[in-house]
């Protein structure tokens, strides 16, 4: 039986949050809890990570530095988060919530294949590229982290307006980051632009595949 996500603490939604706020996520049994921390993800990611303490079935989550005043957080408990027994829960589970007066809800959906052309369930990663020029994967540390779930849907919820540019990558070598050499990498055809608090961009069906990276050599002249 899969796992659940049976109560968060901020609640889904909920403005005026602390700071100083811990984030609590309680599941419905017993969880492996190693999966658990590393299948989450908190966006924008505080400078000073993330501490995990555990109390029961309960994972409380510690941002390291506090949070920033007046800023919409997404949290994704993703689906690579499994019980005792190895079941993985059927999706990830997102909700957000804001230390300023609202939320915003802007919105990326998508859905990820594998190499092969099956379903995959790898790290989607999404920038904000207002100030910043084009942004590397393999280099440069996201603002949005999620998991595709087990068909391959992700979405991001509760998004300023803004333009985004997301990747999506299988990670075969299991560091939960983007190897070039190693990782199948997918790649919208455009930026998700959403130009008002409420738009939503659907980005379709992307494919991982690994990047062509052998040289050219001429083979044969007349």
């Given amino acids: 039986t899969p796992p659940e996500v049976?109560?968060?603490?901020?609640?889904?939604?909920?403005?005026?949050?602390?700071?100083?706020?811990?984030?609590?996520?309680?599941?419905?049994e017993a969880m492996d809890r190693r999966s658990a921390e590393e299948s989450f993800f908190l966006s924008p990611a505080p400078q000073g990570g993330l501490k995990f303490r555990w109390r029961g079935d309960e994972m409380e989550v510690l941002p390291v530095g506090g949070l920033h005043s007046g800023r919409t957080y997404l949290v994704s408990v993703g689906a690579g988060t499994r019980d005792e027994a190895g079941n993985p829960l059927r999706a990830s589970h997102d909700f957000a919530f804001s230390t300023g007066?609202?939320?915003?809800?802007?919105?990326?959906?998508?859905?990820v294949l594998?190499?092969?052309?099956?379903?995959?369930?790898?790290?989607?990663?999404?920038?904000?590229?207002?100030?910043?020029?084009?942004?590397?994967?393999?280099?440069?540390?996201?603002?949005?982290?999620?998991?595709?779930?087990?068909?391959?849907?992700?979405?991001?919820?509760?998004?300023?307006?803004?333009?985004?540019?997301?990747?999506?990558f299988e990670d075969r070598d299991r560091?939960?980051?983007?190897?070039?050499?190693?990782?199948?990498?997918?790649?919208?055809?455009?930026?998700?632009?959403?130009?008002?608090?409420?738009?939503?961009?659907?980005?379709?069906?992307?494919?991982?595949?690994?990047?062509?990276?052998?040289k050219a050599s001429l083979t044969s002249a007349r």
């Avoid at 603490?9 to 599941?27: G, K, L, N, S, Y």
């Fill in 114 to 168: 594998s190499a092969d052309g099956g379903r995959s369930q790898g790290y989607v990663l999404a920038y904000e590229l207002t100030g910043r020029g084009d942004p590397d994967p393999g280099a440069d540390a996201p603002d949005y982290t999620t998991q595709a779930a087990s068909d391959g849907a992700f979405r991001f919820p509760r998004l300023s307006p803004g333009r985004y540019r997301v990747f999506a």
């Fill in 101 to 111: 007066d609202r939320i915003d809800r802007g919105e990326v959906r998508g859905r």
């Fill in 6 to 28: 049976a109560q968060t603490r901020p609640a889904p939604d909920t403005t005026r949050v602390a700071p100083d706020q811990e984030i609590r996520i309680r599941f419905s």
């Fill in 175 to 214: 560091d939960r980051a983007y190897s070039p050499a190693l990782d199948p990498l997918a790649v919208p055809p455009a930026d998700a632009d959403l130009g008002d608090p409420e738009a939503v961009a659907l980005l379709g069906d992307l494919r991982a595949v690994l990047p062509d990276r052998a």
